[in-house]
């Protein structure tokens, strides 16, 4: 059993470290790095999220091409002409649904729209605060106040969890975890406005920092529990196995596709008022 379990944990070390480096290294080169990333999470979600629902058959290949196309307009969606394939691929995904013949085509659009609001859309604003404010290292930023909450909420709820944080959907979540990664993310704002604020590319206001961290981590625990919410319907432990010892790649994204687009109208909010 140990070793079992000493083996599941190198695994998931391994993969886990390996998916976070080409993060990095995606984003170290500049908004193309941005842009390339963004599009292959949304085409590696979409065709989670569509396995998830209807699984895959060719009945259903039409409908899957489609929605990929317009996820990937999405993370692209900074650009003008992508959204007018963007609005193409809504239009022709109705009009594919009349041949479709299926016994749910309103439940089947639902989906549809959905992959595009859920997946698309943050990917997008992703990709927009790279190329918006010109700083794709701001997404490094938030990568690693996600990355961190997660430790400090495991760690100090590990240690301390006593209150459940939202027993309906995720029983293992607790206040106290909560309030750890909010502590840990606070204390990385710090070292972050006062002795990396160059690299990020963001000035060292320790407000504008304090922010940043607070929305990331309060829009990331949200993110988190929504997924947990699409599993539980589902009745589902894991959104997939593409990471070994993770689960799924929207089990990996579920905090950024909410903290994504919190973090591009806090940025502009910001900037906008100071």
């Not at 009945?59 to 196309?69: N, V, W």
């Not at 790279?130 to 100090?156: Q, Y």
């Not at 604020?197 to 829009?219: C, E, K, M, Q, R």
């Given at each position: 059993m140990n070793y079992d379990r000493m083996n599941k944990f190198i695994i998931r070390t391994i993969s886990g470290l390996i998916y976070a480096a080409i993060i990095v290294v995606c984003i170290l080169q500049g908004t193309e790095g941005v842009i390339f990333l963004s599009?292959?999470?949304?085409?590696?979600?979409?065709?989670?999220?569509?396995?998830?629902?209807n699984g895959f058959?060719?009945?259903?290949?039409?409908?899957?091409?489609?929605?990929?196309?317009?996820v990937l307009s999405l993370c692209l969606g900074v650009f003008g002409f992508t959204i007018i394939i963007w609005i193409l691929s809504l239009l022709l995904r109705m009009i594919e649904e009349l041949y479709i013949k299926s016994d749910d085509p309103i439940g089947n659009l639902a989906r549809s729209m959905m992959s595009q609001l859920y997946i698309g859309v943050p990917?997008?604003?992703?990709?927009?605060?790279?190329?918006?404010?010109?700083?794709?290292?701001?997404?490094?930023?938030?990568?690693?106040?996600?990355?961190?909450?997660?430790?400090?909420?495991?760690?100090?709820?590990?240690?301390?969890?006593?209150?459940?944080?939202?027993e309906r959907i995720s029983p293992k979540k607790s206040w106290e975890g909560f309030w750890g990664g909010i502590f840990f993310n606070l204390i990385a704002a710090v070292v972050f406005a006062r002795?990396?604020?160059?690299?990020?590319?963001?000035?060292?206001?320790?407000?504008?920092?304090?922010?940043?961290?607070?929305?990331?981590?309060?829009?990331?625990?949200?993110?988190d529990l929504v997924e947990s919410m699409i599993k539980r319907n589902l009745h589902i432990k894991d959104s997939g196995k593409f990471i070994p010892g993770h689960g799924g790649i929207l089990d990996r994204i579920d905090s950024l596709l909410f903290a994504a687009p919190a973090s591009l109208i806090y940025l502009f909010a910001y900037y906008a008022v100071f």
């Open positions: 599009g292959i999470l949304g085409l590696l979600a979409t065709l989670e999220f569509a396995k998830i629902f058959s060719i009945k259903h290949t039409p409908a899957l091409m489609m929605d990929i196309a317009g990917l997008g604003c992703m990709s927009a605060i790279a190329v918006l404010t010109g700083k794709p290292m701001i997404l490094l930023a938030i990568f690693l106040f996600i990355w961190i909450n997660d430790t400090g909420a495991f760690i100090v709820g590990s240690l301390l969890g006593k209150h459940r944080l939202f002795c990396l604020y160059g690299f990020f590319g963001l000035s060292d206001n320790i407000g504008l920092w304090l922010g940043l961290a607070l929305t990331v981590t309060v829009f990331g625990t949200w993110g």
